[in-house]
T-cell receptor, first 114, second 111 residues
C-alpha cells in the first residue's frame, strides 16, 4: 500500500529535550516536505527536500532541522523544543513537478512541549 | 505577500449542494489544489486546476479563474461523510513544489 508513515503519532515532551519525528514514504517520491498545522493558520511549510542530500527552508524553519540521506526518509529534528513548537506536524511527499504534483500526507504527529 | 482566503465555517444539509470559495493573491501561480481533511486525519487530494474552467470529478467539481484569483469547490448530493475541512492551496511559481495553504473551511453537513 502506498503510504507516508510518521512516528510518533503523539508525543508529550519538555522544553529542551531533543526529539526526532521520523517520516518514511514507499512511493519513490523525489520531493518531501514537513508542515505544521495550527488553528486558524493553515498548513505552513517548515522544510522541504527535492531529492537526496538536497534540502531547503520553508516558511517557518526556525528551531527545526532536517536531513535527507535516503530517498524514502525525511526526519524532522527539534534540537531544543520550546512550547511554541506545540503543533500538529505533517510529512508529505510527491513526485517532482512535471505531473500534478499532488501531495501525499502522513497521518500527522501531534507534539506537545511543556 | 502570499494570501489565501476562504470562509472559516459553513453548514449545509444532507443531499444539498454547497460551494466553498477561495480567493488568492500570490507571487506567481502554478496551479491550485483542493484537499479534504477529516478531523484528526491527514489531508487528502481532491482536485487540481491549472487552467481556467471547471474540472468535474464525480460529486465534486472545482473551478478556477486565474484573472480573478478565484476558485471554488462545489460539492453535490452532500453526504454526512462530507463533513470535513476543505483546504485551498496554491502552488506558487518556482523550481519546487511549494504550496501556500489557506486556513481551511470547516463544513458541517446536517441531516
Amino acid at each position: 500500500e502506498a503510504q507516508v508513515t510518521q512516528n510518533p503519532r503523539y508525543l508529550i515532551t519538555v522544553t529542551g529535550k531533543k526529539l526526532t519525528v521520523t517520516c518514511s514514504q514507499n512511493m519513490n517520491h523525489e520531493y518531501m516536505s514537513w508542515y505544521r498545522q495550527d488553528p486558524g493558520l493553515g498548513l505552513r511549510q517548515i522544510y522541504y527536500s527535492m531529492n537526496v542530500e538536497v534540502t531547503d527552508k520553508g516558511d517557518v524553519p526556525e528551531g527545526y532541522k532536517v536531513s535527507r540521506k535516503e530517498k524514502r526518509n525525511f526526519p524532522l529534528i527539534l534540537e531544543s523544543p520550546s512550547p511554541n513548537q506545540t503543533s500538529l506536524y505533517f510529512c508529505a511527499s510527491s513526485f517532482s513537478v512535471g505531473n500534478t504534483g499532488e501531495l501525499f500526507f502522513g497521518e500527522g504527529s501531534r507534539l506537545t512541549v511543556l | 505577500g502570499q494570501n489565501i482566503d476562504q470562509p472559516t465555517e459553513m453548514t449545509a444539509t444532507e443531499g444539498a449542494i454547497v460551494q466553498i470559495n477561495c480567493t488568492y493573491q500570490t507571487s506567481g501561480f502554478n496551479g491550485l489544489f483542493w484537499y479534504q481533511q477529516h478531523a484528526g486525519e491527514a489531508p487528502t487530494f481532491l482536485s487540481y486546476n491549472v487552467l481556467d474552467g471547471l474540472e468535474e470529478k464525480g460529486r465534486f467539481s472545482s473551478f478556477l479563474s486565474r484573472s480573478k484569483g478565484y476558485s471554488y469547490l462545489l460539492l453535490k448530493e452532500l453526504q454526512m461523510k462530507d463533513s470535513a475541512s476543505y483546504l485551498c492551496a496554491v502552488r506558487v511559481a518556482g523550481g519546487y513544489n511549494k504550496l501556500i495553504f489557506g486556513a481551511g473551511t470547516r463544513l458541517a453537513v446536517h441531516p
